[in-house]
């Protein structure tokens, strides 16, 4: 079996100091995106498992027609569902791929790939996984045992793309390339291994970086890269720009444990802002050095699309860290640019749910700061103002942490920017909260500033504002009620929750419940609501990963809900079914078990009452086919009044149509 012939351009397009890096996280990427074109940046996989499949397209559910299959790794997961398309035959037979370690192992460079919409294989927990094919690559080396992080396990890609949603590996995996070994011994001086304070080399990985103090006239003969032009095609890159943004480390669970990570934002001489962030260790090397109005060279990291919920630089790519990223003082002084506003009116944050956006507003209440425990068991402290803008439209602003302890109480009447606010709708009605990355300006140098001023003083006095943040006991006020109702045709007909989620009013009545679907074995800890698996007669929580020999009954009530439009199906959880059946699903689950009589009686009294019922109508593909799906977030009786007036209001419109 011959070793693939490596030339000098094919070296230098996939070497990393003279060793094969493997491009951790792109079968996650891959499924994230459906296809990938990695034109002058392939990405490198090694090949785990192989064979050729002869006459076993029957196992895929479509017509299309493969030449081989393979388990292929990205040195954190490992996918079986990868097949080489057809036309690759001759090159497949040619490569003489094997898999297997001892006799192949192979690494390659997939150039072109993308995820089958037709095709797909079983999965062992019933369901099916989507085919990737991958429609042009190039043999690097074969012989390797198989790759992955030193103490990490290979994870098992079923294909869904939701499982590891956000992962973001950090750590490195590569190995030695035997077939380049003439060009990396002529590198040897350029590309000589990490060495220790005594001078002596470091062996395996290097160290993680510690940030030095070096002289601008020492860094000016090597190339610097913009910031705007960081995408993933940049293989290799080095950014200067000065920190304008340096948040707090935070403490997150995820399905990997629990997490530190660490963001700063950059912005560079053109005044363009990307975030970089940094995970566990690296995270607390990285706060410590890493300082506001300071300037910094970083070269090295893994580049990824931004996730625009929770990043506000403005650029479509961030940074994460590696152990070998390279970060250096720079003591050339980059002016900290102006701060930007991209404003979003008052009245317009109903249309930015969830996103990150800013708001300049004059501020009419401040109360003091507050301190309470989460159910979580945090120490929180929070301050809440009111502000108002030009759109006479009146929202509150929740500040947390240092942000609600710095909070300017002298700011009433003023006129305040707020940078990266995020917006939240709770029963009808909205507020804004800060975060980490929230900049607060007082009467910032915007034109619109002293438009406002203006505005506050000459017509605020005699206006009546909009208060969009004000709700009910009971849950939406009668002005959202109004505002956000609709009969079950028109969330149907407008296909409302197609593009983004949408919150709706719906005063119906249940018609058919489904009682054998209506409650689920949850996790017996505090605060979690996972479903388990029973092991043996033993309740597994995937979530917590804790087995236990009890489990508590939790609500998924599934119902037919109706109006005088038509029918559609909902699904209440947890306090807002028992509110429906007026049962505890703890005592319904034991009422299942004892008496089935009395347990269908209660679905039987939920059935023909009228509630407004607070929707969230969102659109979810499964097999391709797009779906409504109604939650009920909440459910009261209807404000009659407002209903009465809304229903006469609509009637006076119809009146004018012209049928």
């Not at 975030?275 to 300071?294: C, D, G, H, P, Y």
């Not at 609709?486 to 149907?492: A, D, E, G, M, S």
Request: charged share 25%; glycine share 6%; with cysteine.
């Amino acid at each position: 079996m011959a070793a693939p012939v490596i030339d000098k351009a094919t070296y230098e397009k996939y070497n990393t100091n003279g060793k094969l890096r493997l491009s951790t996280g792109f079968i996650q990427q891959m499924y994230e995106d459906g296809s990938y074109d990695g034109g002058k940046n392939a990405a490198i996989v090694q090949i785990v498992q192989y064979r050729v499949l002869a006459n076993e397209n029957k196992h895929f559910s479509s017509s299309a027609i493969f030449y081989s299959r393979a388990k292929v790794s990205d040195g954190v997961f490992g996918c079986t569902a990868f097949v080489f398309d057809d036309p690759l035959e001759h090159q497949c037979a040619k490569d003489d791929l094997r898999g297997k370690s001892e006799v192949g192992g192979e690494i390659i460079a997939i150039k072109k790939a993308y995820i089958h919409g037709d095709a797909s294989l079983p999965r062992k927990d019933g369901g099916t996984v989507k085919v990737c094919v991958i429609t042009d690559y190039q043999l690097l080396s074969r012989g390797h045992d198989h790759l992955s992080s030193p103490g990490q396990e290979l994870l098992t890609h079923n294909g869904d793309k939701e499982v590891h949603r956000g992962y973001r590996p950090t750590f490195i995996v590569e190995t030695d390339w035997p077939e380049a070994a003439q060009f990396v011994e002529a590198e040897a001086p350029a590309a000589k291994r990490a060495r220790g304070p005594d001078g002596t080399a470091v062996g395996g990985r290097a160290p993680p970086p510690q940030p030095s103090r070096q002289t601008s006239s020492g860094n000016r003969g090597e190339a610097v890269t913009p910031i705007a032009m960081i995408t993933p095609y940049v293989n290799k890159f080095r950014i200067c720009g000065v920190c304008t943004t340096k948040e707090e480390i935070r403490n997150v669970k995820s399905r990997n444990g629990d997490m530190r990570i660490f963001n700063f934002e950059l912005t560079d001489k053109n005044s363009d802002t990307i975030r970089l962030t940094a995970f566990n260790e690296l995270a607390e090397q990285m706060q410590s050095v890493i300082m506001e109005n300071s300037s910094y060279y970083i070269a090295g990291g893994t580049v990824r699309a931004a996730n625009k919920r929770f990043n506000a630089s403005g650029h479509d790519y961030e940074i994460t860290l590696r152990n070998d990223s390279e970060v250096k003082l720079c003591t050339e002084e980059i002016k900290r640019p102006t701060t930007t506003f991209k404003i979003v009116t008052l009245d317009k944050i109903a249309g930015h749910l969830n996103e990150i956006f800013d708001v300049l507003a004059v501020v009419e209440r401040v109360d003091p700061v507050s301190e309470f425990t989460s159910k979580a068991g945090k120490e929180l402290v929070k301050r809440e103002i009111s502000v108002v803008d030009r759109s006479a439209t009146e929202v509150t602003i929740t500040l947390w942490g240092e942000h609600a302890k710095t909070f300017d109480e002298n700011a009433l009447g003023q006129v305040v920017g707020f940078k990266s606010l995020q917006a939240k709708e709770w029963q009808g009605g909205y507020s804004l909260g800060s975060l980490n990355i929230t900049r607060v300006v007082l009467s910032p140098e915007l034109e619109e500033t002293a438009q406002l001023y203006e505005w506050h003083a000459a017509v605020r006095p005699s206006l009546d504002v909009k208060k969009i943040s004000t709700t009910t006991e009971g849950g939406a006020g009668s002005t959202s009620f109004v505002r956000d109702l609709r009969f079950i045709t028109t969330i149907q007909a407008l296909r409302l929750g197609s593009e983004q989620q949408r919150y709706v009013n719906c005063r119906a009545t249940i018609t058919k419940i489904k009682p054998d679907q209506a409650l689920y074995k949850a996790c017996p800890n505090d605060g979690c609501q996972k479903k388990v698996v029973d092991v043996d007669g033993e309740y597994r929580c995937e979530k917590c990963a804790t087995t236990s020999r009890t489990f508590k009954w939790n609500y998924m009530l599934q119902f037919e809900m109706a109006d005088l439009s038509g029918q559609v199906y909902a699904t209440a959880f947890s306090n807002v079914a028992q509110k429906l059946l007026h049962y505890d699903a703890q005592q319904l689950g034991e009422l299942r078990d004892s008496s089935s009589e009395d347990f269908n009686a209660v679905f039987q009294r939920a059935y023909f009452k009228y509630h407004n019922f607070r929707l969230r109508a969102k659109y979810e593909t499964y097999n391709e086919e797009s779906r409504l799906k109604l939650m009920v977030m909440s459910v009261d009786d209807t404000p009659m009044d407002a209903y009465i007036n809304s229903l006469q209001d609509l009637a006076e419109k119809l009146k004018t149509l012209d049928v």
